[in-house]
């Protein structure tokens, strides 16, 4: 089958997730083609399964700000015709599924016909989406998609609640590749971090308020105040500089290290002991689910998509939003010592290991068949 897929390029999840299923899609032989405004950055290698359409936005002074959603239908439409492509999977509902609609209609003037499958990530429903500028489009954007889909329980809940949805939506969980995993022990490199007697403590996220950045420094504080430990802080965004700022005045200013956006995230993880992630909401949690792989437990908020990823009092511990005491004590319970430690780790992989990419794959594959038959039997 040949699949075009509309994604972010960037780190954050649904751009993960929209490249990774790509990649596992060609390798069981379907012609896949990335459109985006850039190269995703997992994507690494392109081959004749493969492919990447850059989506050019022409600078034009009349414009405050340009069209990316009339280049983006426009390129869709030349590559859907060029390439012969036979469905279309749009990650985001905006704009990527309001444009995919667009192209849609423009290729019906021309006797072409393709379905459409749309993901919801999260933030494209409970935080962009829901503002009352952009609901009635994206109400209609997810309406007019053949098959949608949401990548857990409690996003197809919000979208149901927050939208007057007439479409069934199906829930196909985020995953990971667990091949993609096997980090060499000698690969980790624990005294390049931290000391022997230190605990790794990880958080890796786009620093945005909603990830409650302060709460990860708070509570490595009260962490750091009991036992000897590094917070590795991996990823870019606008709470950065407050999180350093929080870090010199609470005096852990050396026992804080700030990465910056990294592609060396199994490396960081392989050798970690503890993730944080206190987010105000998460749709998924996805950070979490790559850190269980590596073995490492998780400590986060209850809110959201995450209790369908941590396991509490098996994976980690999750507490209420802001209860960074709570959270510190519990962190404590699972650091303080090696058994208890390992036992968590233990528990973190072999659940992650159900989010494999080898079990959620096939559940695409039949929305895509399902996309075929509910769009022919509606176009025809």
Do not use: W
Not at 26 to 48: C, D, M, S, W
């Amino acid at each position: 089958m040949k699949i075009a897929i509309v994604c972010y390029p960037t780190f954050g999840g649904s751009g993960v997730v929209a490249t990774e299923l790509g990649i596992a899609l060609a390798n069981r032989g379907h012609e896949i083609h990335f459109i985006t405004y850039k190269q995703p950055v997992r994507l690494e290698l392109l081959n004749e399964r493969i492919h990447f359409h850059e989506v050019h936005v022409p600078e034009y002074p009349l414009f405050q700000y340009q069209p990316y959603e009339l280049a983006l239908s426009s390129k869709l439409v030349d590559t859907i015709k060029f390439f012969g492509i036979e469905l279309l999977h749009v990650h985001y509902a905006i704009p990527h599924a309001y444009a995919g609609y667009m192209a849609k209609k423009m290729l019906e003037e021309d006797g072409i016909y393709i379905p459409m499958v749309t993901t919801l990530h999260g933030t494209d429903i409970t935080l962009v989406g829901k503002h009352p500028f952009y609901k009635p489009a994206v109400t209609f954007s997810i309406n007019k998609s053949d098959v949608v889909t949401s990548v857990s329980e409690n996003l197809k809940q919000s979208t149901l609640d927050l939208f007057h949805i007439k479409k069934e939506i199906h829930v196909i969980p985020n995953f990971i590749d667990k091949s993609n995993y096997n980090v060499d022990n000698k690969e980790c490199q624990r005294s390049l971090m931290a000391n022997e007697n230190e605990r790794i403590i990880t958080h890796i996220s786009n620093f945005r308020k909603v990830k409650r950045i302060p709460d990860v420094i708070q509570i490595f504080k009260q962490i750091q105040d009991k036992i000897p430990a590094k917070l590795m802080m991996v990823g870019e965004g606008p709470e950065k500089e407050k999180a350093e700022e929080l870090a010199e005045k609470l005096g852990i200013k050396d026992k804080v290290v700030f990465l910056g956006n990294s592609n060396q995230v199994d490396r960081i993880l392989c050798f970690s002991d503890l993730f944080l992630l206190p987010s105000e909401t998460e749709s998924f949690g996805l950070a979490a689910l790559e850190a269980m792989m590596h073995r490492v437990p998780v400590i986060s908020s209850n809110t959201g998509g995450i209790p369908e990823v941590n396991v509490q009092g098996i994976t980690g511990f999750m507490s209420n939003v802001g209860d960074v005491d709570e959270m510190a004590f519990n962190a404590l319970k699972i650091l303080s010592d090696d058994t208890t430690l390992t036992k968590f780790k233990d528990n973190a992989e072999k659940v992650a290991h159900k989010f494999d990419i080898a079990n959620v794959l096939p559940l695409y594959e039949k929305v895509y068949e399902e996309a075929f038959k509910t769009y022919y039997k509606i176009s025809y």
